[in-house]
């Protein structure tokens, strides 16, 4: 292809080449896990590990039915659309419904999580900068006190 | 929402609050088109342009059955996810196949065009730096090398 110009196909979001690994594995480690909490996500590391030009990472990640991310925040921004399935999104004090192909900004510095729907995988892609600051995950305090937000209790009925 | 954050709604490839423009209509303009050939494309920005911190405008366009984008190179590169529908997508000398959720990358001064089937829209993602150089049209030669090309005749069967 031109000047490494590409198609990458995909088929029911698996793409072609591309390794689907757990959450928080490093790429080309595959053993540095971390403690944050989360269920059943997967992530695919679409474009940007291979281009310098770039400047960025397109990733996809997948949680799995009644499945969520990582609380955490950090410095750099995300740039999500919801590919597949539904959910929720938690941003910082609120609790807002996700489906595809709604489009979600996470400004730096906001406690962000997805969490998905009962009925199937909640799958969507993120672009971050190439060069970012590592998430640092909710401290059990911050955990707690959207966990036991009047709004958690009224959106998911309880702590996860 | 905090700190800015936010989710844009979507319905039927229309997000909540974005204006729907003309493919090469400037944002807050709304006068400027540009001479380049292309045929029934439309473009949303969903982000970017009001966050200074994200280095990165996010888009989605849509190109109507047997309609295309310009055939163009620059040397931003560009961040393709398809969404909706399926064509093809120009990339230098070669013509892919595309559907949703296949993932193109046109590396810097690749020259590209995006072309819908005869029978729905072809929507795509399309991430771009914040601050790029602006796209370079095909010359009539360069037009002509590719829309003459034994490759564009099997895939569209003679010149657009």
Known sequence: MTDRSKVIPSRDFRWQGIDVRRYKEQDGDGTSTEPAGFLGVIRQTLLGQEHEELGLEL???????????????????????????????????????????????????????????????????????????????ATAEERRAIEESEEFRRVFGGGS
């Open 59 to 137: 990733r996809y990640f997948e949680v799995e039915a009644a499945g969520y991310s990582s609380l955490e925040k950090h410095r750099h921004p995300h740039t999500v659309v919801i590919v597949r399935g539904d959910g929720h999104v938690i941003l910082g004090q609120e609790i807002q419904p996700v489906a595809a192909f709604d489009c979600v900004y996470v400004a730096p510095w906001t406690m962000h999580q997805f969490r998905a729907g009962r009925d199937e995988p909640l799958g969507f892609l993120c672009v971050v900068d190439r060069d970012r600051d590592r998430p640092q995950p």
